[in-house]
């Protein structure tokens, strides 16, 4: 068999090339099943934390797009919700999201882990994208974690499933191999102008940024079941006239009046510890110091409300 590094250059194909003076322009969603690293990987490619990360299913919930530029191209990432079965109003939405971007864009990336199992999630997926004509690039993702056999051996069974424009394992993590991600997926995008500013890092409104942040530290903190019925609403983001402060009133919204005695902990300590944790992250991104006040609501069952689920901002269109 042939060594890892052998079959690494295989898969890429070689270099990008035959792109003269031009610039190249695209978008590129990412999929894959749950906590396959999708969201890690889109924060690392784009030098930038912008979708949430957890070991939880449904960390990624809506559609988040971000913006890659250099020299030679723009790729417009876009970071769905992990395909799978979905077992309510707000699943469906995940999942429509998730796989109706697949005839919309110039490349498709498919993550997904360093082993010879194939799953029902990932046969699932290459179903879907047997019927679309759009490049898949397939990415191993995880490297860091097994053998260099195991990672070959991985290669080969994927190549014997579907017909990959191209494969390549990286570490989203360590950021292994992802330059020569970056390189693959140029080769298959049109030559055009940029969508967006060269400075441009995603169009998510600062405000939903926000509230992603919070329930990231939620979903860390609490028990396996709870994060999965909470959402987070920003009630009032606005910065001081003097500057220098933002004031940020947050409620986050949950199924169960347990649920939220565990949310806000014995004599609030929970609440505090997430709005904490939550606070540093938000200031990392506005570059300001933070006055964070948090509330919690219960909605029951907002999961399976059409009006919830669009007031909470789970829109398809």
């Given at each position: 068999?042939?060594?890892?590094?052998e079959?690494?250059?295989?898969?890429?194909?070689?270099?990008?090339?035959g792109?003269?003076?031009?610039?190249?322009?695209?978008?590129?969603?990412?999929?894959?099943?749950?906590?396959?690293g999708?969201?890690?990987?889109?924060?690392?490619l784009?030098?930038?934390?912008?979708a949430?990360?957890?070991?939880?299913?449904?960390?990624?919930?809506?559609?988040?797009?971000?913006?890659?530029?250099?020299e030679?191209?723009?790729i417009?990432?876009?970071?769905?919700?992990?395909?799978?079965?979905?077992?309510?109003?707000?699943g469906?939405?995940?999942v429509?999201?998730?796989?109706?971007?697949?005839?919309?864009?110039?490349v498709?990336?498919?993550?997904v882990?360093?082993?010879?199992?194939?799953?029902?999630?990932?046969?699932?997926?290459?179903?879907?994208?047997?019927?679309?004509?759009?490049?898949?690039?397939?990415?191993?993702?995880?490297?860091?974690?097994?053998?260099?056999?195991?990672?070959?051996e991985?290669?080969?069974?994927?190549?014997?499933?579907?017909?990959f424009?191209?494969?390549?394992?990286?570490?989203?993590?360590?950021?292994?191999?992802?330059?020569?991600?970056?390189?693959?997926?140029?080769?298959?995008l049109?030559?055009g102008?940029?969508?967006?500013?060269?400075?441009?890092?995603?169009?998510?409104?600062?405000?939903?940024?926000?509230?992603?942040?919070?329930?990231?530290?939620?979903?860390?903190?609490?028990?396996?079941?709870?994060?999965?019925?909470?959402?987070?609403?920003?009630?009032?983001?606005?910065?001081?006239?003097?500057?220098?402060?933002y004031?940020?009133?947050a409620?986050?919204?949950?199924?169960?009046?347990?649920h939220?005695?565990?949310?806000i902990?014995k004599?609030?300590?929970?609440?505090?510890?997430?709005?904490t944790?939550?606070?540093?992250?938000?200031?990392?991104?506005?570059?300001?110091?933070?006055?964070?006040?948090?509330?919690?609501?219960v909605?029951?069952?907002w999961?399976?409300?059409?009006?919830?689920?669009?007031?909470?901002?789970?829109?398809?269109?």
């Amino acid at each position: 068999m042939a060594s890892l590094d052998e079959m690494i250059n295989s898969a890429l194909g070689g270099s990008a090339g035959g792109q003269g003076d031009s610039f190249k322009s695209g978008f590129v969603t990412i999929i894959g099943r749950p906590n396959v690293g999708k969201s890690t990987l889109m924060n690392h490619l784009i030098g930038q934390k912008i979708a949430i990360t957890s070991s939880k299913a449904q960390t990624t919930r809506n559609r988040i797009q971000t913006v890659f530029t250099d020299e030679e191209a723009q790729i417009v990432f876009l970071d769905t919700p992990g395909i799978n079965k979905a077992k309510n109003k707000l699943g469906n939405y995940m999942v429509n999201v998730a796989t109706g971007t697949l005839s919309e864009v110039d490349v498709i990336l498919f993550i997904v882990e360093a082993s010879t199992f194939v799953g029902a999630g990932e046969r699932h997926i290459i179903e879907l994208l047997s019927k679309v004509k759009t490049p898949v690039i397939l990415v191993i993702n995880k490297i860091d974690t097994v053998e260099k056999q195991a990672v070959a051996e991985a290669i080969d069974t994927y190549k014997g499933l579907y017909d990959f424009a191209e494969i390549v394992p990286v570490s989203a993590l360590r950021s292994r191999n992802t330059d020569e991600l970056i390189t693959a997926i140029k080769k298959y995008l049109p030559y055009g102008p940029m969508f967006f500013d060269a400075d441009t890092v995603t169009d998510q409104p600062e405000r939903q940024i926000v509230a992603e942040l919070i329930r990231e530290q939620a979903l860390r903190m609490l028990d396996q079941e709870i994060p999965h019925g909470i959402a987070v609403v920003i009630d009032r983001m606005k910065q001081r006239e003097e500057g220098g402060l933002y004031d940020i009133d947050a409620t986050i919204v949950c199924e169960r009046d347990s649920h939220k005695g565990i949310i806000i902990g014995k004599q609030g300590a929970m609440l505090k510890k997430i709005g904490t944790k939550a606070r540093e992250s938000i200031e990392n991104l506005l570059g300001e110091r933070v006055n964070l006040k948090l509330w919690v609501k219960v909605k029951k069952d907002w999961r399976d409300s059409d009006t919830l689920l669009r007031n909470f901002g789970f829109r398809e269109e």
